[in-house]
């Protein structure tokens, strides 16, 4: 079982930045895609990146060189920089852990508790 802990959510202002952080404990975590969704109130959730060997990242169009997912194989923590943040980036953000790859939420493993994100005007 995969526990995962995300931290650093706030509020911003609209062009601001928030960095993300995901802590996983699992000691096999260098095998697994790690990812990060989000869900805003009133709609389904949504995928924003996703990290696999190191260097391997992809993103979702709507979040694609705003935001930046890293990860740090010696603390077993995945990130999300988050940059020129807009109101409509308001939402949970969740951290994921994958064995296969996967950007539908319903093939996800697992989820991390979510982190409140809220960007204002």
């Known amino acids: 079982q995969v526990q995962l802990v995300e931290s650093g959510g706030g509020s911003v202002q609209a062009g601001g930045s928030l960095k993300l952080s995901c802590a996983a404990s699992?000691?096999?975590?260098?095998?697994?895609?790690m990812g990060w969704f989000r869900q805003a109130p009133g709609k389904e959730r949504e995928f924003l990146a996703v990290?696999?060997?190191?260097?391997?990242?992809y993103y979702a169009d709507s979040v694609k060189g705003r935001f930046t997912i890293s990860r740090d194989y010696a603390k077993n923590t995945v990130y999300l920089q988050m940059n020129s943040l807009k109101p409509e980036d308001t939402a949970v953000y969740y951290c994921?852990?994958?064995?296969?790859?996967?950007?539908?939420?319903?093939?996800?493993?697992?989820w991390g508790q979510g982190t409140q994100v809220t960007v204002s005007s």
């Open positions: 994921t852990a994958n064995r296969l790859w996967a950007v539908d939420a319903d093939k996800v493993d697992y």
């Open positions: 990290n696999w060997s190191g260097s391997m990242s």
């Open positions: 699992e000691r096999t975590f260098s095998t697994y895609y």
